[in-house]
């Protein structure tokens, strides 16, 4: 079967689709990965065949335009509350509109969209699997009569909100009810000759990457799958000094790379961070690039500073590692076993961080409450308390336990037939 891929053009959320991709070309499929042209490069050096569409999206643009302000007062909010009643319906509302204004349509641009919607008629995909905010991927399987599902590298928190909405809008007559997105794609649906359905959102599926105590269960169809780390198109290299055992306990120190190539905020001040471990008998193995490092006032003694080292290498001789929370950093320190602290501030990150620590993983520290003294303590209590690494070690079990990618191909294939099929009937 002939099965695309997409993702928009940033490499955080292209490197979730990797694992699967290569998993169904391994399987003997056709498999292709469409992205704006700053992707292309990412995607061609993963070994995969890649296909341009439309224009770059210009998130930077509207992230400098907007203002930080802006974005963090809304992403800070912790709007994945578990407890419904404490998401009142304005917030819903609101949240919708600010992420159809400011995010999803942009990612999402126009020549993306029509772009993709020409090379999968042209190209007539059997399954559209799409990164979660890439909707585009939705819109080209309808347009193109392909079945399509979700692939999640991240809690399906961003669906919740919008069922959540939805069912309380349910009620309401149509003239009374908000729903930005829904008007934004049905809209774009229009466009190319189709009508929006709620799947367009959902998918028809998903292929969930969480681990069973981190997915989240919203009633729709799912289909488990194992994480398995890819850290980007980078050089995945096993230096000399990573060969020998440290000689004290490693820790891992890393702020992700979606820093250093967008514009996106950063909340978490590097100086706190470093003076925290500084005096710790520990060695940190700091992943920072110049520009991270520009407003550092001093790098302690016991702090390696590498531009790039592929967690993959160096997470499994970690004791420890202190990130910023995000999808990737989070999964691959999980997949290894290894107890975490993780800055989570903002969306899925918080969820993340505070699962991780329920689940007795590691410890959440939220930005707002970062102090030389709180990140050091929690640290130290990561360290030294076996009962981290014990549940580190329970966490990576439960993902062991779910099938690998090579593994779900044949349930893909099967509800790929039965979607065609329904779609074929229709």
């Known amino acids: 079967m002939r099965v695309l891929l997409t993702a928009f053009a940033q490499d955080a959320h292209l490197n979730g689709i990797v694992p699967l991709a290569w998993a169904l070309r391994t399987a003997g499929h056709e498999v292709r990965v469409a992205s704006q042209p700053d992707a292309i490069g990412s995607i061609t050096r993963a070994g995969l065949t890649a296909v341009p569409v439309g224009d770059d999206h210009r998130m930077d643009d509207v992230i400098r335009t907007v203002g930080h302000g ?13 407890r419904h009643e404490r998401l009142s319906t304005d917030y819903l509302r609101a949240s919708n509109a600010i992420l159809t204004s400011t995010f999803y349509p942009q990612i999402n641009n126009e020549s993306m969209i029509d772009g993709l919607v020409e090379f999968s008629r042209f190209w007539r995909p059997d399954l559209v699997l799409w990164e979660p905010f890439t909707f ?19 809690p ?4 919740r909100t919008h069922l959540e909405l939805r069912g309380r809008q349910a009620g309401l007559p149509p ?5 930005p997105m829904e008007e934004w794609l049905a809209y774009t649906l229009d466009r190319h ?27 729709l169809p ?3 799958m194992r994480y398995v780390p890819y850290n980007g198109p980078g050089p995945a290299v096993v230096p000399e000094w990573l060969r020998e055992p440290p000689e004290r306990r490693r820790v891992c120190l890393t702020l992700g790379l979606t820093i250093r190539d967008t514009e996106f905020p950063n909340a978490i001040d590097l100086d706190e961070v470093l ?7 520990v060695e940190v193995v700091a992943t920072l690039g110049e520009t991270e490092l520009a407003g550092v006032s001093k790098v302690p003694d016991n702090v390696r ?16 590692i202190v990130h910023h929370g995000g999808a990737g950093t989070w999964a691959t320190a999980a997949a290894y076993g290894v107890p975490q602290v993780a800055l989570g501030w903002m969306w899925d990150a918080i969820y993340r961080a505070q699962r991780l620590e329920d689940l007795g993983a590691g410890l959440h520290l939220h930005s707002e409450g970062l102090t030389v003294e709180v990140l050091r303590d929690k640290l130290v209590r990561v360290l030294d308390d076996p009962s981290f690494r014990d549940g580190a070690r329970r966490l990576r079990r439960s993902m062991l336990l779910t099938p690998t990618p090579n593994e779900v191909v044949p349930a893909i294939e099967k509800l790929t037939a039965r979607h065609r099929a329904a779609t074929a009937a229709r």
């Open 193 to 219: 000759g189709s009508t929006f359905d709620p799947d367009v959102v959902t998918g028809q599926w998903s292929v969930d990457q969480m681990p069973a105590g981190v997915r989240m269960e919203l009633g």
């Open 275 to 281: 003076t925290s471990v500084g005096d710790l008998d």
């Open 136 to 154: 585009a991927g939705a819109v080209a399987a309808k347009a193109a009569g392909a079945a399509h599902a979700r692939l999640l590298a991240f």
């Open 156 to 159: 399906d928190l961003f669906a």
């Open 175 to 179: 003239e009374l009810r908000d729903d």
């Open 222 to 224: 799912r289909l488990p």
């Open 70 to 82: 802006m974005l963090l007062h809304h992403l800070d909010r912790d709007y994945l509350e578990n």
């Open 305 to 320: 500073v590498v531009d790039h080292v592929a967690m993959l290498a160096l997470l499994p001789t970690c004791a420890a």
